[in-house]
């Protein structure tokens, strides 16, 4: 055992001096580093640690560049710049974060041109503490500053409040925590201050913002309530952007319209959920009759392909030949978007639209017969493998989760249609694609995507208990327990539809459980 974690340690060893080499950073910093990564995810890869430690060596260069271009001439302003760089030098953040916080005090006392530039050192301060993870102390900062330089400059304060909310979106979506609330926070502060009739275009730019910020903590809480206020957010924001004076914000802004209402569909269901799906069609309609010609051709693929995504939404809702027409329409608009994403080299925006177009194979393949519907389901999973081969786990774990997902249904669709020896061998290909997205999808920080993985493993063992009746008593009891969980996850309040679904689907095993395995047998599985 003792030579077994001296050969561990040597390896973190020679790891630390490698990256140390290669990224420029201290060793001490490296280890460091690797420590508290490891403290939050002791199962951490190298590729995982190397990526990390990449994005936090970025963020602390751009902290350098920013920090660079504050220009002073107070002789006690700069002799605390100097020291803070050479904190920065060291990779010493909560050093410099305190010598910005002492610049930033004696700026406070002075006049409005040292209250911009308190603010540019109290930005610094803020990113600084988000380097080292203290996103509460960056928030405060941010507060603080814009508050103080609202008097002077409520444009720049805006700019503050703004960034601010940006940053700790970012923050949030990576690390969980509070760090959202405090994103949705700062941008309603910014909203103080960058008044509509003072400051129209900035109060329309903080509106689009704060929608995003109350979409991403609505998916984390799952919380519908905060999905309308984001869909007013954005509808605030087009009263500013208008289409006549503003035409290329008032698409962006109709996009991001489209895709809160087309979420909301997605989870509501039944009539509600498909007004709103259509809501979001016509948004993106708006939004691609403005983005024509070659200078808006990257804008105009993105909303093609999240219109794609709507069409795909709809068309599962509808049963008859309507919904194989709109399934045909968004296979076009994803192979559009694809041809414009591999020339403009967009690899992740290409993986994603590859998935969704697997997807889309997927329900088109489902719904027809014979070998045209068992060839589309094999595009289905090319298409998601293809997805794959750019989108590595350790950088991209959401979206290599979905797509890992997506691959599960689709070999789960391809085992069901052809039964037999190759079909069970494809559904248990399918719940070990499901398995490794829930590795990513965490309850806590993705709970609608973990609840779905779940009722479609379920899904997938009841379909094996069809193909393999020597084991369906295990199989049976195996879906019983992933439906269980997707119901633990499933708010019946908000997502009625979806809990009312895996509740039925429990009912159904339950109820062939009870109609087929013995006692005897039910205790041996218990």
Same mark, same amino acid.
């Given at each position: ?72 001439? =107070? ?14 030098? +060291?990779?010493?953040? @909560?050093? &410099? @974060? ?38 509460? @102390?960056?928030? =405060? ?52 201050? !960058?008044? +509509? ?20 903590? %609505? ?17 605030? #924001?087009?009263? $500013? ?17 489209? !895709? ?8 509501? %269901? ?16 708006? *939004?691609?009759?403005?983005?024509? %010609? ?11 392909? !999240? ?5 795909? #939404? ?17 296979? #076009? *608009? ?21 998935? !969704? ?23 289905? $999973?090319?298409?998601?493998?293809? *997805?794959?081969? $750019? ?21 789960? #669709? ?8 190759? %079909? ?8 070990? &694609? ?30 094996? @208990? ?37 509740? *039925? ?22």
């Amino acid at each position: 055992v003792d030579a077994g974690f001296a050969g561990q340690d040597r390896r973190f060893d020679l790891l630390e001096a490698m990256l140390s080499e290669k990224l420029g950073i201290p060793i001490e910093v490296i280890a460091r580093e690797i420590a508290a990564i490891l403290e939050q995810t002791p199962a951490a890869t190298e590729g995982e640690l190397y990526a990390d430690l990449r994005r936090f060596k970025a963020k602390h260069d751009r902290l350098l560049a920013r920090v660079a271009q504050i220009e002073t001439f =107070d002789n006690r302003l700069m002799a605390i710049k100097s020291e803070a760089k050479e904190a920065l030098d +060291r990779y010493d953040h @909560a050093r &410099a @974060a305190a010598l910005y916080g002492r610049a930033r005090a004696l700026i406070d006392q002075r006049t409005a041109e040292l209250a911009r530039q308190g603010a540019e050192f109290a930005q610094a301060e803020a990113v600084a503490w988000i380097l080292e993870k203290n996103w509460q @102390a960056a928030a =405060d900062v941010w507060a603080d500053a814009a508050s103080k330089l609202a008097p002077f400059d409520a444009k720049a304060a805006g700019e503050v409040g703004n960034f601010a909310g940006t940053m700790l979106l970012e923050f949030g979506a990576q690390y969980g925590g509070d760090a959202l609330d405090a994103a949705v926070t700062a941008s309603r502060q910014a909203l103080e201050i !960058n008044r +509509r009739d003072k400051l129209p275009v900035e109060w329309a730019g903080t509106q689009n913002n704060l929608g995003l910020a109350l979409r991403a903590k %609505g998916e984390r809480q799952v919380e519908m309530a905060l999905f309308g206020e984001s869909v007013s957010a954005y509808r605030a #924001s087009l009263e $500013v952007f208008t289409r006549d004076q503003m035409p290329e914000a008032w698409a962006t802004t109709q996009n991001n319209l489209g !895709n809160m209402l087309a979420r909301q569909g997605e989870l509501l %269901g039944g009539k509600e959920g498909m007004r709103l799906l259509d809501e979001a069609v016509v948004a993106y309609g708006g *939004a691609l009759e403005v983005q024509t %010609g070659d200078a808006m051709l990257v804008q105009r693929a993105i909303t093609q392909s !999240n219109l794609g995504n709507v069409l795909v #939404s709809r068309g599962e809702w509808l049963e008859s030949k309507r919904g194989i027409e709109l399934f045909t329409k968004a296979i #076009s *608009a994803y192979r559009a978007s694809l041809q414009v994403y591999a020339r403009n080299h967009m690899y992740l925006d290409w993986a994603m639209t590859q998935n !969704n177009l697997g997807k889309t194979l997927l329900r088109l393949g489902e719904r027809l017969d014979g070998s045209e519907g068992i060839g589309l389901l094999g595009e289905a $999973v090319v298409a998601c493998r293809a *997805a794959l081969t $750019v989108l590595p786990r350790d950088r991209l774990p959401v979206h290599w989760g979905t797509t890992k997902h997506n691959l599960g249904t689709a070999l789960a #669709s391809q085992g069901e249609r052809l039964g037999g020896p190759e %079909g069970i061998r494809l559904l248990g290909e399918a719940i070990t &694609a499901y398995r490794a997205a829930l590795e990513v999808r965490s309850s806590k920080q993705m709970r609608i995507d973990c609840a779905m993985t779940h009722e479609n493993i379920a899904l997938a063992f009841e379909s094996l @208990a069809k193909l393999d009746t020597a084991q369906l008593c295990i199989y049976l009891r195996a879906a019983t327990m992933e439906f269980r969980a997707a119901l633990d996850l499933f708010a019946p309040k908000h997502m009625r539809f979806n809990f009312e679904k895996a509740q *039925a689907g429990l009912t159904r095993v339950e109820a062939k459980f009870a109609e087929h395995c013995s006692e005897d047998r039910g205790s041996r599985l218990q």
